[in-house]
């Protein structure tokens, strides 16, 4: 299943930008992209989008845009934007980033439990990076301002760990952490 | 619905044809009150020489073995439910008393293989969720069946309420799912021994039976509590 991008940008040029790196890819269906600020959120009840790119300049209110818990929300910024209201997006892509780069940010902040194109059950680099922290005993806000994501971004790859592992609990978690090698005995408390 | 009802077990039928027909019914006769050596008596012989219902037998032995079979408020009322607190207790002690330390020297011989650290961590684990079992358990002996005995007495009890039973019953059967997991998925080939497949076997059947007991509290003792609470408070 292609993942329903819709792009809420008021810059004509970045939206075709995007829209030609991002056509060639198999896992997205990029929306009609949507250039006015106010007709966001009649947008997203609308068409649904799996994922949301937007100018954070563009947002009034973040917590409404996510009423759908499994909207991943993407930060694009091509000015300087302030880190607190970065931390709120799952992702953020800069339109100075490389082609790949805006592929490979968009693709993690997806919020699919399973990898879709790939029917991987790996834990990806970040996910092995939030497993870690957990098995360390912090706490999901802990987690998400040492990686620098969202508390959102947290909850959502502790589901992607335990749809694909199998194991919920964070005792659970830190026994198969250390059965893979992922974190060092001297690392627990 | 009906299709079940015509399936489900009468007091005429042979207890040992129901146990051949499903084994897994051997595990509770013990906690039901009944002793092996029932021979080839029926189900309401061998439950009237043991001093049981046969109501309550049957209805417990229907619930283990058909799983969308939910007894009707009516059928619960209708039954003779004394031995619902002395079944659930000796349930308790069968898991914590039997099951569980049975999972763990397994999981002992298992953490042998295992390599110093992650061994204590592994077993830990387990010893962390056998403590929860035994709060849960101990919390519905503490507060919740004794609540139960004083109202099959007649007595007018409001020391404790069944809607905070409701409010904070969890299930206990979760976390075996992560052990399973870790058991079967996760441990290193070279501990691949018969402990691991033993292991496995009964955290499955631990796991069916700790559901079994939920679904019992959860659509048998919880009706009955309200009936009675509704009936002696009124």
Do not use: W
């Not at chain 1, 929300?73 to 339109?95: F, G, H, S």
């Not at chain 2, 691949?192 to 499955?204: E, K």
Request: glycine share 4%; hydrophobic share 40%; with cysteine.
């Amino acid at each position: 299943m292609k993942k329903r991008l819709l792009i809420v940008e008021p810059s004509e040029v970045i939206i075709e930008g995007l829209k030609a790196i991002l056509e060639e890819q198999i896992r997205f269906k990029v929306l009609e992209p949507e250039m006015s600020a106010e007709r966001v959120e009649e947008r997203v009840l609308a068409a649904r989008p799996d994922v949301l790119l937007i100018n954070p300049t563009l947002v009034n209110n973040l917590s409404r845009l996510r009423a759908d818990n499994s909207l991943a929300v993407v930060a694009l910024v091509y000015q300087y934007v302030e880190r607190d209201v970065l931390k709120q997006y799952d992702a953020v892509i800069d339109i100075r980033d490389s082609r790949a780069q805006v592929i490979e940010t968009l693709s993690q902040a997806l919020p699919s439990e399973v990898d879709s194109s790939t029917g991987s059950y790996e834990l990806t680099k970040r996910e092995t990076a939030v497993l870690v922290q957990l098995a360390q005993g912090k706490t999901n806000k802990e987690i998400a301002d040492a990686l620098n994501v969202s508390v959102h971004t947290v909850i959502s790859h502790r589901k992607n760990i335990t749809h694909k592992t199998g194991i919920k609990s964070v005792a659970g978690l830190t026994v198969y952490a250390m059965l893979n090698n992922l974190i060092d005995e001297s690392s627990l408390l | 619905m009906k299709d079940i009802k015509s399936r489900l077990f009468s007091g005429d039928t042979r207890l040992s044809d129901l146990i051949t027909a499903h084994p897994s019914l051997l595990t509770l006769l013990n906690r039901l009150g009944i002793s092996l050596g029932f021979g080839d008596r029926s189900i309401d012989d061998v439950c009237e020489a043991s001093g049981v219902n046969t109501d309550f037998f049957l209805l417990i032995c229907n619930v283990y073995t058909f799983n969308n079979y939910v007894p009707s408020t009516a059928a619960i009322l209708g039954t003779d439910m004394t031995r619902l607190v002395p079944y659930l207790e000796k349930s308790h002690r069968y898991y914590v008393d039997k099951r569980l330390p049975h999972i763990e020297r397994h999981l002992d011989a298992i953490a042998q293989n295992l390599s110093g650290r992650i061994g204590q961590v592994f077993i830990s684990f387990f010893q962390e969720y056998k403590a929860e079992v035994e709060d849960h358990f101990a919390h519905e002996e503490r507060d919740v069946f004794p609540h139960i005995r004083a109202l099959m007495s007649g007595e007018r009890d409001t020391t404790y309420s069944i809607d905070k039973f409701i409010a904070t019953h969890s299930d206990i059967e979760g976390k075996l799912d992560d052990l399973l997991n870790i058991v079967f998925k996760y441990l290193p080939p070279q501990v691949d021994d018969d402990n691991v497949m033993d292991v496995v076997y009964d955290i499955l059947r631990l796991r069916e039976d700790l559901k079994k007991h939920t679904f019992i509290e959860e659509k048998i003792m919880v009706p009955l509590v309200q009936h009675l609470e509704h009936a002696i408070l009124s």
